[in-house]
């Protein structure tokens, strides 16, 4: 299995910073990494695709980017809806992997 | 709007059995490859299983191969997962998901349904 690592696993910024996000895969996985935004007692919503893909209706401030086993998502101006929890996936291999989660709270 | 409701959670004891549902709407049910997708109280997520538009292929992670099994009904926009010998450590909220065609990213979730196993 491809196993998928996020770092840091918990970021603490203020309305404003930017962010960034880094997804590890242990294997190259080409562009085939998703990123999901989940607030707490809600359903992931797809962010980004192909890596670097904004879905329909997601704000550019919200960026991705990266192939082969290295990825980041980047906010570039954080904003109080920002403050969740972010999820890579990888989609190259069956089975789909997730990476553990990073947490962006308020500083 | 597509609209994705899960039903059937609820608490069962190790080793019982539970089935889930997910009544899909919006789209045309039968183009789309659908899985399910669970998450641990606290935890992250986790890919349980998937099916294509005909059901001709399904896969499943190891953690549930030979106790869960995933079907479809494109007739009532249905999907379901039948979970047998459930372990304590399925514990978690269940999500069904819809794969971005043609890819196996997922687009749009239900809102999930808890299953708690405990005795």
């Known amino acids: 299995d491809i196993q998928m690592t996020q770092s840091p696993s918990t970021l603490s910024a203020s309305v404003g910073d930017r962010v960034t996000i880094t997804c590890r895969a242990s294997q190259s996985i080409s562009s085939w990494l998703a990123w999901y935004q989940q607030k707490p007692g809600k359903a992931p919503k797809l962010l980004i695709y192909e890596a670097s893909n904004l879905q329909s209706g997601v704000p550019s401030r919200l960026s991705g980017s990266g192939s082969g086993t290295e990825f980041t998502l980047t906010i570039s101006s954080l904003q109080p809806d920002d403050f969740a929890t972010y999820y890579c996936q990888q989609y190259n291999n069956y089975p789909w992997t997730f990476g553990q989660g990073t947490k962006v709270e308020i500083k | 709007e597509v609209q994705l409701v899960e039903s059937g959670g609820g608490l069962v004891q190790p080793g019982g059995s539970l089935r889930l549902s997910c009544a899909a709407s919006g789209f045309t049910f039968t183009s789309y490859r659908m899985n399910w997708v669970r998450q641990a109280p606290g935890r992250g997520l986790e890919w349980v299983s998937h099916?294509?538009?005909?059901?001709?292929?399904?896969y499943y992670a190891d953690s549930v191969k030979g106790r869960f099994t995933i079907s479809r009904d494109n007739a009532k926009n249905s999907l379901y997962l039948q979970m047998n010998s459930l372990r304590v450590e399925d514990t978690a909220v269940y999500y069904c998901a819809r794969a971005r065609n043609p890819y196996n990213n997922f687009d749009s979730w239900g809102q999930g349904t808890l299953v708690t196993v405990s005795s």
């Open positions: 099916i294509t538009g005909d059901s001709s292929a399904i």
